[in-house]
């Protein structure tokens, strides 16, 4: 299919790194009791997600799989039952859904939520070092 070297152990790569890190995350989401369903809908929207974020080491790319995969697992049962009370109609939303947009959105999320909450933290601040009063 390729015949640049380079692209052939590229996609190599990626290969290895979706199946280590399903592997591991499969493990850890059953023995802990996580829905597979959501596990796999959050590790799917993980893939998608890296195709968005800026290049990555292998590591890299099997840190965001595990993390949007845990993600979607711990947060989507409760995104799903909180986006289902705000229906007027009544409407559920399936947990699969909300565990991959769980994966795939988490890893702009989170550093977010994180700065966000570094400057709540921090307090207000003033130019110049100026007192409010």
């Not at 799989?65 to 711990?74: D, F, M, P, V």
């Not at 769980?102 to 966000?116: D, E, K, N, T």
Request: glycine share 12%; proline share 5%.
């Amino acid at each position: 299919m390729f015949t640049d070297p380079v692209a052939r152990n590229m996609n190599k790569s990626s290969d290895l790194t979706s199946a280590a890190a399903a592997a591991g995350v499969s493990v850890f989401g059953v023995a802990t009791g996580l829905s597979y369903d959501v596990l796999l809908a959050g590790f799917a929207g993980g893939l998608v997600s890296l195709s968005f974020i800026h290049p990555q080491g292998i590591w890299g790319r099997i840190w965001t799989l595990t993390t949007a995969t845990i993600l979607a697992g711990y947060s989507a049962p409760v995104a799903a039952m909180w986006i289902s009370s705000l229906s007027s109609s009544g409407a559920e939303v399936p947990a699969v859904a909300a565990g991959f947009f769980s994966g795939l959105f988490g890893q702009a999320v989170i550093p977010a939520l994180s700065y966000r909450l570094r400057r709540v933290i921090a307090g207000p601040t003033y130019p110049h070092g100026e007192e409010h009063q």
